[in-house]
């Protein structure tokens, strides 16, 4: 029997966070080393373009992404690793999918709706409006079965089951429906500067975020300066999110649970933790780091990969495009 298909992506719109690290990246490396799926991992560069890129920096930009998920653990010997616009079928499916989309489902997507904001109403173009379609064609090309990622991507899962039984229902059995794998634990990780919201690497405030590369001392500034509260007890609940939130990263990067760390910082100040806190994230990133620089400076390595994968990818994604293109009425050629 064939194994079951793992998907999942993400934008190379800059350096990855450790929201990215803690709520995706990490679980698929861990899917990976299971030995069970077989595993695609992806750089959504045609994704990215959905809001306006630099063109150089959006080549910069894949490749670095390209080298992080390496260095974070992705093996491109077991699962394939690959640039999306390297599988012209993404976009092919895509265009299929929009014709059974409901702009109503599209209207309710938070994701698009809080994107917009940052535009001038004129200016909002119709990819960022049909992003979550791409989405699904992502996911539906590849049969996947499990998309590991975190919370704020669980209303686009949803939409993209929709839209499989939608079109298994019309033309036959054709998709596998694919089911999201949300942590429990750190799949939201929030800004240091704004607990109510996510941390995210387009934030405008640099000290909201901790990036994956940021060094030691970057680090020790960014956590001394997150915002906490006035309660001075480092407790877990939904008064103290800011405090909430540094505990979930404590957790993630030394795998404690919440519990042993509440009580291992029992009558401790706030300051004693968040040093703490900014050495446990400096070791962990640090292999990370070491292995990143090593592969950001090998172009020709990097080359290969993407290659060898996107021509494992192209070959899966064209079975299903087939499959699509026999069921909807085209002729094949
Ligand atoms: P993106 O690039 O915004 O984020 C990549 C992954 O990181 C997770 N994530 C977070 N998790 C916890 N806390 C945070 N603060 C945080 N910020 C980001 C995201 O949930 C995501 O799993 N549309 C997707 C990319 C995508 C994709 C796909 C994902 C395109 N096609 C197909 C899965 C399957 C996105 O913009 O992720």
Redesign the pocket.
């Known amino acids: 029997m064939s194994k079951e298909i793992v ?5 190379p ?1 800059g350096e990855p ?1 450790i ?2 690290y ?3 990246i990490r679980n698929w490396v861990d899917i990976q080393n299971e030995d069970k799926y077989t595993c695609l991992y ?1 750089v ?1 560069d045609m ?1 990215a373009i959905t809001v306006p890129q630099v063109p150089k920096d959006l080549r910069k930009h894949t490749l670095e992404m390209l080298s992080a998920l390496m260095a974070a653990g992705i093996d491109p010997e077991k699962s394939i690793l690959f640039i999306q616009s390297h599988v012209p079928a993404h976009a092919e499916l895509t265009w299929v999918l929009n014709t059974i989309t409901y702009m109503g489902q599209l209207n309710r997507m938070t994701q698009f709706k809080e994107k917009s904001k940052r535009f001038e109403e004129a200016s909002i173009n119709s990819g960022l409006y049909t992003y979550p379609v ?2 699904a064609a ?2 539906l090309l590849y049969q996947a079965k499990y ?1 590991p ?5 669980k209303q ?1 899962l949803e939409l993209t089951r929709d839209l499989a039984e939608r079109f298994n229902n019309r033309y036959s059995d054709t998709f596998v429906i694919p089911e999201p794998l949300i942590k429990e634990q ?5 800004s240091l500067q704004d607990p109510e919201s ?3 690497k387009s934030d405008a405030d640099e000290n909201a975020y901790i990036l994956l590369l940021d060094e030691p001392d970057v680090i020790r500034r960014k956590i001394k300066r997150a915002v906490t509260d006035s309660e001075g007890v480092i407790a877990y609940n939904d008064r103290q999110k800011g405090i909430k939130n540094l505990i979930n990263i404590y957790s993630a990067f030394t795998n404690e649970d919440v519990e042993t760390i509440v009580a291992k910082y029992e009558g401790k100040g706030y300051g004693i933790f968040k040093e703490d806190l900014a050495e446990v994230v400096i070791e962990g990133l640090r292999p990370i780091q070491e292995s990143y620089k090593e592969l950001i400076n090998n172009k020709d390595y990097l080359e290969k990969v993407y290659k060898e994968g996107a021509e494992k990818a192209e070959y899966m994604a064209r079975k299903t495009l087939r499959k699509v293109y026999k069921k909807i009425g085209f002729i094949p050629r």
Do not use: P, Y
């Open positions: 998907f999942s992506g993400i934008q719109s966070t929201g990215n803690i709520g995706a992806c959504v994704h791409l989405m992502d996911i998309v990622v975190g919370e704020d991507q686009h750190g799949a939201r990780i929030m996510k941390m995210s």
